[in-house]
């Protein structure tokens, strides 16, 4: 089970700690805006996700299997 909070949400990751939950600090939040979803959507671009150097490679995306 996963949670997002900020990290300025300390009552929030206080909470989470107490549960047993643990930070996942490996992990990188990234996002992307209309324009970029725009932009993506007009360059027709479908690559595959990069390997992984700890999980191996790239799986197709979905309806690419």
């Known amino acids: 089970m996963e949670w997002a909070v900020l990290d300025w949400n300390e009552p929030a990751i206080k909470f989470y700690r107490a549960l047993g939950a643990k930070p996942m ?3 990188t939040v990234f996002r992307l805006t209309s324009d970029g979803i725009a932009r993506l ?25």
Request: aromatic share 4%; charged share 30%; net charge negative.
């Open 25 to 27: 600090h490996e992990w």
């Open 41 to 65: 959507a007009d360059s027709g671009r479908v690559d595959q996700v990069p390997p992984s150097p700890k999980h191996g490679a790239a799986r197709p995306l979905a309806g690419e299997e």
